[in-house]
């Protein structure tokens, strides 16, 4: 594992209020953080790696701007075809003895892609993936199986799909900070987008979400250039770094080092639980993470 510094991050606006109240009422006993899976698209472009970005209503553990994702669902632990590495797989690569708990962080992966960007990592056989889920009868979909209206493997079952678990490869394990009302234990994966696919907002859901350049993001970190397009209340005139949280942050600093999707896809990982502390520094509340810090041209200083 790559040597580990000490690195300090924003402390987002909307866990102000939390982090004062841990520090002032001492602290107590975490509340439980839930099981949540994340997954990070990802694409080559003429100025380097573009991931998809979008923007998230409300308190989110996953940050104001975050890859798509979201908590596990009880429907992720149904029965759903399956073609790719196994469970037992998927739990030696992502650190747990817990098979059945490693199968639904990758089923719900798959599901929270579908319903944020329609993106569908599935197919009948593992040479073939589904094509054209941007029409109006797959957004219907979407939105039945974000309002939980149908399940995920239901829909899968009824067109003769399984989840292609090949097409994930896995990232990392953050935890949200200790001080935080709402807490997640969320798997990162990464994932390219099939052919003939194409992310979109969810109809009626979705504010904002686009491709954005990991080398222009972090470039522009300091600025207030993507919260000010975004345009929302709490995104505007807000940096990167009040916008993301510390492991969205550091994953897009290992895109704008990597060579490319293949570079990026390719370096082995080894399981690891990453969390940021609350420390206060010259009277500022921040966020301290023990992460490698990126050097650029060398993606391969992971985390």
């Known amino acids: 594992m790559p040597h580990l510094a000490r690195r300090l991050f924003a402390l987002p606006p909307d866990l102000e209020g939390a982090a004062q109240s841990w520090l002032d009422h001492g602290e107590r006993t975490p509340r439980a953080a839930r099981p949540a899976s994340s997954v990070v698209l990802l694409?080559?472009?003429?100025?380097?790696?573009?991931?998809?970005?979008?923007?998230?209503?409300?308190?989110?553990?996953?940050?104001?701007?975050?890859?798509?994702?979201?908590?596990?669902?009880?429907?992720?632990?149904?029965?759903?075809?399956?073609?790719?590495?196994?469970?037992?797989?998927?739990?030696?690569?992502?650190?747990?003895?817990?098979?059945?708990?490693a199968r639904r962080h990758v089923v719900g992966a798959i599901r929270e892609l579908f319903e944020e960007t329609g993106v569908l990592l599935a197919g009948p056989d593992m040479s073939t993936t589904v094509e054209g889920t941007s029409s109006h009868e797959w957004m219907k979909i979407r939105v039945a199986v974000a309002e939980q209206e149908k399940s995920f493997p239901e829909l899968l079952a009824k067109r003769g799909l399984s989840v292609r678990t090949d097409l994930l490869k896995s990232l990392v394990n953050w935890r949200t900070p200790d001080f935080a009302h709402r807490r997640f234990d969320t798997r990162y994966f990464a994932a390219t987008v099939p052919v003939n696919q194409q992310p979109s907002l969810l109809e009626g859901k979705g504010v904002w979400g686009r491709w954005v350049c990991a080398t222009k993001a972090i470039a522009e970190r300091d600025t207030t250039a993507l919260g000010d397009e975004v345009g929302q209340e709490n995104t505007v005139g807000l940096t990167l770094g009040q916008l993301l949280v510390p492991g969205s942050e550091i994953m897009l600093e290992k895109m704008a080092a990597a060579n490319g999707c293949i570079a990026y896809l390719s370096y082995k990982r080894k399981p690891h639980v990453y969390q940021a502390k609350l420390v206060e520094e010259d009277g500022r509340l921040m966020l301290e993470v023990e992460a490698a810090i990126t050097v650029a041209g060398d993606p391969q200083r992971e985390r």
Do not use: I, K
Request: proline content about 8%; charged content about 20%; overall charge negative.
């Open 43 to 101: 694409r080559d472009s003429p100025t380097g790696l573009e991931t998809w970005l979008g923007y998230r209503p409300g308190s989110s553990p996953l940050g104001v701007l975050a890859f798509p994702g979201g908590s596990l669902e009880a429907s992720d632990d149904d029965a759903v075809g399956w073609l790719g590495p196994s469970a037992q797989h998927w739990a030696d690569h992502l650190g747990t003895d817990d098979v059945g708990l």
